[in-house]
């Protein structure tokens, strides 16, 4: 699944939509299928987080989210996407003698007044991709529950958003704890603080993106996220992996070394591959 800084680079990608008046606008999904946004200035990409706000004048925001299949390509002026693609469109925005910029497979697509973009992202959690980034107030969302896994806490969206996966997994790693290990019982602050770095430098810095190893060749990029069963880049020890529970949100697929990530282990039962 895309993670905030995924969706803050996509956004930078769509900027070249800013400042242009919308020639064809159509959404291709049941709730807004007649909706019609020809004609409309493009205002500005937001994020919050793996959410994407398209603002527009007249106080008008498209909402959409990628999750696991969505996806934005752009083409410039004149040009089209093939056809066999045309049937997975769900945004089609067409600019003004300039690019075009498709939505394809994307499981959330929605309108909202601007004034009102509360109504779906208010509950997420400080993004440290945004200028209203507040560290004290993620490291208190963090905190509320002392007993719950540091990863399931890592990925849930209203403590802090824009955590995926990748960055749960590889964070626990940095911090050299079990990504079972409560929070209660790990230095959040200091925790938060790498993550805000590793999150902005994957979004900011050329060549970068989501690579946590500081090498990124093919294969060397990451820690353990995707490495089960190989030797752990520190110390040889195999990476071990379990499963993700379909359904739970707290039990995703993790991978972490057992040796240099003391603690906890996955619950019993839970099969470790």
């Known amino acids: 699944m895309p993670e905030g800084d995924s969706v ?7 900027d070249v939509l800013v400042g242009r008046t919308v020639r064809r606008g159509e959404l291709h999904v049941a709730r807004h299928a007649i909706a019609d946004l020809a004609g409309r200035r493009v205002l500005e990409q937001a994020t919050h987080g793996k959410h994407l706000l398209t603002r527009f004048d007249g106080d008008l925001t498209l909402h959409t ?7 934005w390509t752009v083409v410039r002026a004149g ?10 469109v769900r945004v089609l925005l067409a600019t003004e003698n300039g690019p075009t910029a498709y939505g394809l497979s994307l499981p959330v697509v929605e309108l909202v007044e601007t004034s009102d973009e509360e109504s779906v992202v208010g509950h997420l959690g400080p993004d440290p991709l945004r200028a209203d980034w507040d560290l004290d107030e993620a490291v208190r969302r963090l905190g509320g529950d002392p007993e719950r896994p ?16 990748l ?11 079990s990504p079972w290990t409560p929070v209660g019982g790990i230095d959040l ?13 994957s979004a900011l810095t050329p060549g970068a993106y989501q690579v946590t190893t500081g090498d990124n060749r093919r294969g060397r990029d990451h820690w353990v996220a995707g ?20 359904g739970d949100p707290d039990r995703r697929r993790t991978w972490w070394c057992p040796r240099c990530q003391p603690g906890p282990g996955p619950e019993p039962g839970r099969p470790r591959r």
């Open 65 to 71: 989210h990628l999750r696991m299949d969505g996806s």
């Open 227 to 246: 490495r089960f069963a190989q030797p752990c880049r520190r110390c040889g020890t195999p990476i071990e992996m379990v499963a993700e529970v379909a």
């Open 79 to 88: 040009r089209s996407l093939p056809r066999t693609l045309m049937p997975d």
């Open 8 to 14: 803050y680079v996509l956004a930078r990608r769509l």
């Open 189 to 201: 602050p200091a925790t938060v603080r790498l993550a805000v770095r590793a999150l902005r430098h």
């Open 150 to 165: 540091v990863a399931a806490a890592l990925l849930d969206q209203r403590n802090l958003a824009g955590l995926g996966n």
């Open 167 to 177: 960055w749960a997994n590889e964070l626990c790693f940095l911090r050299g704890v």
